[in-house]
């Protein structure tokens, strides 16, 4: 494991380099894209071993956090989608440049899923996508956050009167501003164009039900589709876990495993 | 400012992020090490730490945002330590390193919730610990507490629904005399007895702190509105009376944050208070 800055000096991005460790080296690399806001904090250590664990299959693995997340540089109202798929993209050329490997398989993560689908369109070196309770629409995303931090801030000491404001400008710690909004209205998995790589999809969001009539609607053009036991610690609207670690161990194996069948 | 990721320990297990400031600052000034709160990674709840980290390399402070065993980035130990312990022994090995790579000889250990316990406990063992922000640390009720806490809830209609209903322990007491079944007891109905602190536990953080203050470390200690068991501005020193703390202990309350200072508002307002703090006890260091 290699953590590292990369990108520009106007832009450094915070990595974790994880080479290949099995003997079987993959062609293909593998760039983890992660959620954004408390999500991000909540999925941190769930990709890390996702990340491991896929190294010891024999992928090289870079993990990162978006400008404006984690430890990479900037403000958090630096962030947009636009900015994130402009990061996916610097992530994708440091594990090239990095491992030497030619083509990348995305793993993306809730808006890491809808980022990288719409990274991936911008480029042929994506083999394959792997979406993960993926968001289909990113203007509802903001609705469901601006509910969860309603209903999260109801049961908090002074915050009652923020729980009653029409529009919330921040979500579990984290800024929206004007401009994020704007652009995650326009974030729409649904209006992507065809996909001409391989594709993924775990399900194991509470929210699966519409996540599966988007995946049946499109299905001929989906690798596979694994809908996983639902867990409540993998739960992303109840406002008691929304500090909580992820815990969904046996779907982070699932999604490795998947990608160690289908990913050369 | 410049910030470099560094593996730290014996087998490089434990990782963390050395924020620097851009100019030199006194060898005697000393380096915060941010500790992980529960088991949330290196760039802290809300990424405060990360927040801080450069607010205070903008001020001259160098810091480290570490992840402890088995958190964030950091392998899990292999040698059974207990959770205390091995806070301990990895803060000290990242003070070490600060004072081998960057000539750092006096620390400042910062902590929110299990962080803070861990931040206390190596500040009163490690004598290279100049101070301590604990946030969300130990609380502990004094006579004041309880006058407050109950003259609250008195003109709560809540308390008053509670004893109607026999959902707190005076409304059981009642519906008993009248003869009545009592519904099921409420979240934080008993809550007096569970604030209760054995004296022994008293008396050894007593005893901790008396030793701190001797030493000279410097103690913030930040409550929020969702520690139930502190209620004003000034309970840890009331509480600890027979300690001379010299002038060492500060001590902020904001009941309107929670557990993690979540709301922006209520960051900008801690961050605000550790700067502050800094900059009064350690920017001076020469």
């Known amino acids: ?264 | 400012m410049s910030e470099r990721p560094v593996m730290i320990g014996a087998d490089r297990s434990l990782m963390g992020i050395v924020c620097e400031p851009d100019d030199p600052w006194p060898a005697s000034r000393p380096a915060m090490i941010m500790l992980n709160a529960g088991l949330i990674h290196r760039v802290g709840p809300n990424r405060l730490h990360v927040r801080l980290a450069r607010e205070l390399a903008a001020r001259g402070f160098l810091s480290l945002r570490l992840d402890l065993s088995g958190r964030g980035d950091s392998e899990p130990r292999r040698d059974g330590l207990s959770f205390a312990e091995s806070g301990a022994v990895e803060a000290a090995e990242a003070m070490r390193y600060l004072e081998d790579t960057k000539g750092v000889r006096r620390f400042v250990l910062f902590g929110i919730c299990s962080g803070a316990a861990a931040a206390a406990e190596v500040a009163h063992v490690n004598e290279r610990v100049a101070g301590a922000v604990v946030i969300e640390g130990g609380a502990y009720p004094t006579a004041r507490f309880y006058r407050r806490y109950y003259a609250r809830r008195f003109f709560r209609a809540r308390t008053w629904w509670n004893m109607i209903t026999g959902a707190n322990a005076t409304g059981r007491r009642l519906r008993r005399m009248l003869g009545r079944p009592a519904a099921p007891a409420s979240a934080g109905g008993e809550m007096v007895s569970s604030m209760a602190i054995p004296e022994s536990t008293k008396t050894a953080v007593a005893a901790a702190l008396q030793q701190m203050a001797d030493r000279d470390v410097e103690l913030l200690a930040v409550f929020s509105g969702s520690t139930k068991e502190y209620n004003y501005p000034g309970q840890l020193k009331e509480a600890f009376a027979t300690v001379n703390f010299r002038g060492h202990l500060e001590e902020s309350y904001y009941p309107q944050a929670d557990h993690t200072f979540t709301r922006l508002g209520n960051q900008d307002v801690l961050v605000d208070r550790v700067l502050q703090w800094m900059q009064l006890k350690f920017e001076a260091a020469s």
């Open chain 1, 1 to 264: 494991m290699v953590p590292l800055y990369f990108g520009t000096s106007s832009a450094r991005l915070f990595g974790v380099y994880h080479p290949a460790e099995s003997a079987q080296r993959r062609a293909c690399g593998v760039v983890i894209c992660p959620p954004f806001g408390h999500e991000y904090i909540r999925a941190h250590r769930l990709l890390r071993q996702l990340a491991a664990q896929l190294s010891r299959d024999g992928f090289h693995v870079l993990r990162f956090d978006y400008l404006g997340c984690g430890d990479s540089a900037g403000e958090p109202q630096v962030g947009s989608p636009s900015q994130w798929m402009a990061d996916i993209a610097t992530a994708i050329d440091e594990l090239r440049d990095t491992s030497e490997v030619r083509r990348v398989c995305l793993i993306g993560l809730r808006l890491g899923a809808t980022l990288a689908v719409r990274a991936a369109e911008r480029r042929d070196d994506v083999e394959a996508v792997v979406l993960w309770d993926p968001i289909l629409d990113g203007g509802q995303h903001l609705e469901d956050l601006q509910v969860l931090q309603r209903s999260w801030l109801s049961d908090r000491p002074g915050s009652r009167k923020f729980a009653f404001q029409p529009q919330v400008s921040e979500v579990i710690g984290f800024p929206i501003t004007d401009a994020l909004r704007a652009e995650m209205d326009k974030t729409i998995l649904e209006e992507t164009a065809p996909p001409s790589q391989r594709r993924i999809v775990v399900l194991d969001a509470e929210d699966h039900e519409s996540q599966q009539q988007w995946v049946v609607k499109d299905a001929g053009e989906w690798l596979g589709v694994m809908r996983h036991a639902r867990s409540k610690a993998g739960d992303w609207h109840v406002p008691e876990l929304v500090h909580s670690a992820l815990l969904a161990n046996k779907t982070m194996l699932r999604v490795a495993g998947l990608v160690a069948e289908n990913v050369a």
